[in-house]
């Protein structure tokens, strides 16, 4: 009853006085506010699992037991990014626990997520002796980790705790205190002499560096006044500066793209806001980039180099937390590193009115292409059902405080393009990583931080393969505590690892091997009824509305099997004609070859493939 008191409220008690080097480690990271760990037990790690337990049950911390370790270090980094703990933490096992843990815990570091792992080791006299399941975890560590800490003795524990908190947050990035077996039952050690060699540490964050100095900040308005059509790419970076952006956008008369991590952080429905970029993103993103003279880059390392404007094109000014990643992708005039909201808002003054409206007046033009564009293509019909349509059908039954975690897949596409975020909804996804398999931990993340609020997860069939029919099993341990039962998970069962599937027809030129690309069918409405949860099949498009109805007024976690044709291509958005055409004949070569989609490829390819170019040719027309 105190865990779930714990959960709803935020508010915890405080950690008993520690007594061994498990617990004070726990003691240690909740002065950082590391109260909720996702993990899974070993023997390695028992002194820390004890520690975290006794810490629960004095309601004092929060433990999530998952279904494998990778979920344990997803989740915790979903749960920073859903606004959740300030540093996530995850718990796992000397050897195959940490091991399994990593992959997570790169989604952390590439994405600048603040994330600890609480690693076990084998016991101390055992180390070196090829002992069952002993690794070297810090070697193991070091690539992942910025700070990785082998304890050898009680008294290292609260440098080591400070430490790891004080790098990931500072750096923004993962920390690892790898704790072998037989020092996390050893006796605590509270406090260290004053003596050669002992530090004492603070276990208080710094502040973050605020706003540049005005010096740099009127470099920067001169460049940016100097334009006359200027684009915005806003990034995560970016969250928490909504007013600031839109106020700076506004004076600038800017459109602004989004970066796939950040696209909640400005209303979609907005005339001027032109919504994903990238590979997966919109044309409009593209032509906002294609036509600018200025760049103002704000929180955002997005990798596709092509979908900035071409060099010598625009002057560009960067605003990031992190000087290292200023002018990492396009080559800028003037970085400021700072804070985006106080940045921002320091940099208002300095700018003049822009413009008539003219260019912001394109931008709506072109914005409204990508609109009849889409519609076409959720409309167009498919066998059975058209996946784009099943996941724009989301929209109309989009709650006001939706969290949304996305899978990499064909999902993330539909996403990117066909999902509106609004103020108050979030979404999030492995956004550099870009792993398979995180939809289900992500969501796990996001009911656990929050559990008043409404999740939704789109996940293809291979991820909830890999992942997903696994951690359905923790939704089902779990959702009884949520103060709103909600979590629908719409599965993209398409039978085939799509995404990959387009790009070994499209740009290898192969005729997808079906040993490697195609997928059981699994009945995952069914496993989710077997585990106590909502499920249904949808086999026909008619029954995809009632389906998102059924699943977000459902009073308990809900499944979604959507039946979806493999076939539906995702075109990206700067296709032309010669692209376009390109695509359609490596799907009719690979057709002709024996890929085992033919008909569906030929009636869909030409489909999908056809209204944007039509779109692109009545663009031109228009001048
Ligand atoms: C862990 C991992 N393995 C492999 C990949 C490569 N990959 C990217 S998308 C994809 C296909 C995803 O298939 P599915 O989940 O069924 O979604 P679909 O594209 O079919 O909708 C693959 C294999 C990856 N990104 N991550
Ligand atoms: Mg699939």
């Known amino acids: 009853m105190t865990q779930r008191v714990a959960q709803s409220t935020g508010e915890w008690n405080d950690v008993p006085e520690p007594t061994t080097v498990g617990e004070h480690v726990v003691e240690r990271l909740a002065r950082w506010g590391v109260r909720r760990y996702y993990g899974y037990p070993g023997d390695g790690v028992g002194g820390v699992m004890a520690g975290i337990s006794r810490a629960r049950r004095a309601g004092a911390a929060q433990l999530v037991q998952v279904r494998h370790e990778e979920t344990a270090a997803f989740a915790a980094v979903a749960d920073v990014k859903y606004g959740g703990s300030p540093i996530g933490a995850c718990v796992v096992t000397s050897g195959p626990g940490a091991i399994h843990a990593l992959n997570g815990l790169y989604d952390a570091k590439l994405d600048r997520v603040p994330v600890v792992a609480l690693v076990g080791q084998s016991a101390t006299p055992a180390l070196g002796t090829s002992f069952y399941q002993e690794v070297d975890a810090k070697a193991l560590y070091e690539d992942v980790a910025d700070y990785v800490i082998q304890l050898s003795s009680a008294d290292q524990v609260i440098h080591a705790v400070d430490q790891a908190c004080r790098t990931a947050l500072a750096h923004r990035t993962v920390c690892a205190v790898i704790v072998p077996s037989d020092l996390g039952r050893a006796d605590a050690v509270l406090e260290t002499p004053v003596a050669h060699g002992y530090s004492h540490t603070s276990s208080v964050p710094s502040t973050d560096p605020g706003a540049p100095p005005q010096a740099a900040l009127r470099e920067a308005a001169a460049v940016l006044n100097a334009g006359e059509r200027v684009a915005v790419l806003a990034g995560v970076g970016a969250a928490g500066a909504t007013a600031e952006l839109t106020a ?19 209303d979609d429905r907005l005339p001027w806001v032109t919504g994903a970029i990238g590979l997966l993103g919109t044309r409009a993103s593209y032509e906002l980039m294609q036509h600018c003279d200025t760049l103002l880059v704000v929180g955002s390392t997005m990798p ?14 960067q605003v990031d ?7 990492l992708r396009t080559p800028t005039e003037v970085n400021l590193v700072g804070d985006a909201a106080e940045t921002l808002a320091a940099l208002l003054p300095l700018l003049r009115p822009h ?16 609109d009849a564009v889409r519609d076409a293509r959720c409309s167009a019909a498919a066998d059975p059902v058209n996946p784009e349509a099943v996941v724009r059908g989301l929209q109309p039954h989009l ?11 064909t999902a993330t596409a ?23 398999g995180g939809a289900l931990p992500y969501a796990l993340a996001a009911k656990t931080a929050h559990p008043h609020r409404p999740v939704i997860a789109l996940v293809g069939d291979g991820a909830m393969q890999m992942n997903g029919v696994n951690e359905l099993i923790t939704v089902a341990r779990e959702w009884r505590s949520w103060d709103d039962p909600r979590l629908a998970v719409l599965v993209l069962n398409n039978r085939d690892l799509s995404f990959e599937t387009w790009e070994v027809r499209a740009e290898l030129g192969e005729v997808p091997d079906p040993a490697s690309q195609s997928l059981p069918d699994v009945p995952y409405a069914q496993w989710a009824q077997l585990l106590g949860l909502g499920g249904v099949r949808v086999e026909r498009p008619e029954d995809v509305d009632a389906a998102w109805a059924a699943a977000l007024a459902a009073d308990r976690p809900f499944v979604i099997d959507a039946v979806v044709d493999p076939s539906t291509p995702i075109i990206p958005p700067h296709v032309s004609t010669e692209q376009a055409l390109l695509t359609v004949k490596s ?6 070859h024996g890929d085992e989609q033919v008909p569906g490829l030929v009636r869909q390819g030409l489909r999908q493939v056809v209204a944007p170019v039509l779109s692109a040719v009545r663009h031109r027309a228009r001048g």
């Open 414 to 436: 539909w996403y990117a393009r066909d999902v509106d975020l609004r103020p108050g909804q979030l979404g999030s996804l492995s956004g550099l990583l870009l792993s398979m």
């Open 399 to 409: 709650p006001d405080d939706a969290l949304l975690a996305v899978d990499c897949g």
């Open 304 to 317: 596709y180099g092509e979908y900035y404007p071409p060099p010598g094109q625009a002057r560009s000014v």
């Open 248 to 266: 700076v956008a506004d004076a600038l008369g800017a459109g602004v793209a989004k970066a796939l991590l950040g696209k909640h952080v400005l």
């Open 355 to 370: 413009g008539d409206g003219a260019w912001r007046e394109r931008i709506a033009t072109w914005k409204g292409d990508d």
């Open 587 to 592: 799907g009719l070569r690979s057709a002709l």
């Open 321 to 327: 937390l992190d000087g290292a990643k200023c002018g």
